[in-house]
């Protein structure tokens, strides 16, 4: 479980390792002396009986030769020996001795120190529970490199030791994770590791080799403690969040595009004077890390961190390339767990949320049932009305936006949402609360908005392959219902999806919209604020303060691949789109499916013929066609009309 600069470190260890090997001699080595440790005093249950007795002598030396920084391998295997004879004597009373024990820089040296030092650790915590504490914290600090400065003579070497990836340098084999799991048995039973692991969390200003480091060690945690992995999963994701509302997207755009900005500049300055070094750069085929790197610190942090935790998922989940189902599931349900604790209830959230979008993207079981788990969230009356809005704008954007998601399971979710907003008017609409009112029906306009978000982006798949049958199910949902009801959503939802939503039922003839748009737009009260700078008009433009979860992942790591599954328009068509979008800020990245059709159908600037329009509209739906002024043919809509002559209806309509 490891990201490609994991396995390339670990290959330069193993390469340093193997010519260290391989530069020396056998003969000389079996032929020379065995190494001598030089040391002062007694033995050490001795010197521990002196210090008990007020004789504090040879302990005072002890401490001065574990305290020595150039002390040798032979020093530490034979200290540690003894050691771990005499467990039975380290007491709470000799927490300074312990102290300087687990300050020992064993991590960076042999094979045998390392062996010996854990089976040290191990016996210690199994004899004196009082030293479990801090003998995790002395392992959890090796998550992170060290804060010491390096002379540059031995930088070489700390680069091919690679000492921050405790886990994967010092316990190369597998069966060194013994040494550790009788203190590990006992942290799963006090629950003592997990506080340390909370508490030794490096801060988000920490550079991104500290963070990353971390991270990787806490993932790899989980994989030899399989019952922590629900924590240390709500933990990262924590951590995470943390970045990613202090990156708002927008930010990450404008730092991109300077970043892109600046980069023309220097590249055009320097054409003229480095054009042959240009050739040959364009000649390498090594890509530079730099192309990948993000323009704002913090969006690096949030993309390295992220790229680790799509690694964890995607390694959990398959085995030998092959997705194993059940450990799939099991990892599922974790992540759902962390999603309602962390993600649901948290506010315009912008690539944290993905980790859920990548497992489901495994098989459509997963993206199902995840879409099932919101409809929940969004149906049940016990849950708080911001969590059922959020859920709604999930559930949209989900469905607009997952490739992987099937017609006939956006139909399916179409079915639900709409026969539950028809209920909801059947209960309200003629009640005491049948009027526009966020507060109250908070929960139906974010419903209504995930409809009309899902048929901007799904119209043309509904209606692909039989367009007869695709206008007769488009009708049955009956939008003109929940257009027209006393409800008003088309008042509190977005005006860029309220805009592209008319748009397309105006050509399909399903419901005309702008009628009521243009009330709406007459009764709306800007509100004008003083200060110091002078008068300022605000609108509110997004009552429902809503969002859209699954808008396009901006990191550079990642992208490719969540693209892979990602449902977008193409750039030829965002141009002709950007008059209906609007200014909202959550929208500037959304682009309409259709093409090149938003310029034919802007709304009516005469209000009048609006007006007209509309009631023409409402006659053609009457149920008894007696009563309709229009002829038989525009009662009965005809698809191939709607299809091959929509631009002549509208215009003979206005």
Partial sequence: ???????????????????????????????????????????????????????????????????????????????????????????????????????????????????????????????????????????????????????????????????????????????????????????????????????????????????????????????????????????????????????????????????????????????GLFAMVDEERKGNKVVSSSSERMAHPLAERLDILMTILFSYIKDVCHVDGKLDINKTKDLYRDLVSVFDKLILPTHASCHVQYFMFYICSFKLGFAEAFLDHLWKKLRDPNNPSVIRQTAGSYIG??????????????????????NWMHKYIDNQDTGANAYCDVALHGPFYSTCQAAFYTLIFRHKQLLDGNLRKGLSYLQSLNFERIVMCQLNPLKICIPSVVNLFAAITRKYQLVFCYTIIERNNRQFIPVVRSGTGGDLVQTCTNPLDSFFPFDPYVLKRYSLKIHNSFLSCKKTQTKSCKKLLGSHRSLSSLTCPLAGESEKLKSPKNCSATIKTSACYQHSSHPNPKHSTLPATRRKINPILVETRTDALITLML
């Fill in 397 to 418: 954007s989900f469905l607009a936006r997952a490739k992987f998601i099937p017609v006939v399971t956006v139909k399916a979710c179409l079915d639900l949402l709409v």
């Fill in 1 to 271: 479980i490891a990201s490609p600069l994991i396995h390339s470190r670990m290959e330069g260890y193993t390469l340093g390792l193997g010519l260290f090997r391989c530069g020396l001699d056998l003969k000389k080595f079996l032929s020379s002396p065995p190494r001598k440790a030089v040391r002062f005093g007694g033995t050490l249950p001795d010197i521990l009986l002196k210090y008990g007795q007020g004789d504090t002598t040879d302990y005072e030396l002890l401490k001065h030769q574990l305290s020595d920084p150039d002390i040798k391998d032979a020093q530490i295997i034979n200290w540690l020996h003894e050691f771990r004879a005499s467990v039975t004597y380290l007491t709470k009373d000799f927490d300074q001795l312990v102290s300087l024990l687990l300050k020992l820089p064993w991590l960076r040296r042999s094979r045998e120190v390392v062996e010996e030092y854990l089976g040290f650790l191990g016996n210690l915590v199994s004899a004196q529970t009082v030293h479990l504490r801090p003998c995790l914290r002395m392992i959890v600090s090796q998550f992170v490199p060290p804060n010491k400065l390096i002379p540059v003579n031995k930088i070489f070497q700390v680069l091919l030791s690679s000492e921050c990836w405790s886990f994967s340098i010092c316990c190369r084999d597998n069966n060194l994770y013994l040494s550790f799991f009788p203190f590990f048995f006992l942290c799963r039973t006090l629950q003592f590791l997990m506080p340390i692991l909370v508490e030794s969390f490096p801060f988000i200003n920490k550079s991104e080799r500290t963070l990353e480091c971390y991270v990787h060690n806490l993932l790899r945690v989980t994989v030899y403690l399989p019952t922590l992995r629900l924590q240390i999963l709500e933990l990262i994701v924590e951590k995470l969040l943390k970045l990613d509302v202090s990156t708002p997207q927008q930010d990450i755009e404008d730092a991109e595009e300077a970043a892109n900005n600046s980069d023309s500049v220097e590249k055009s300055a320097e054409e």
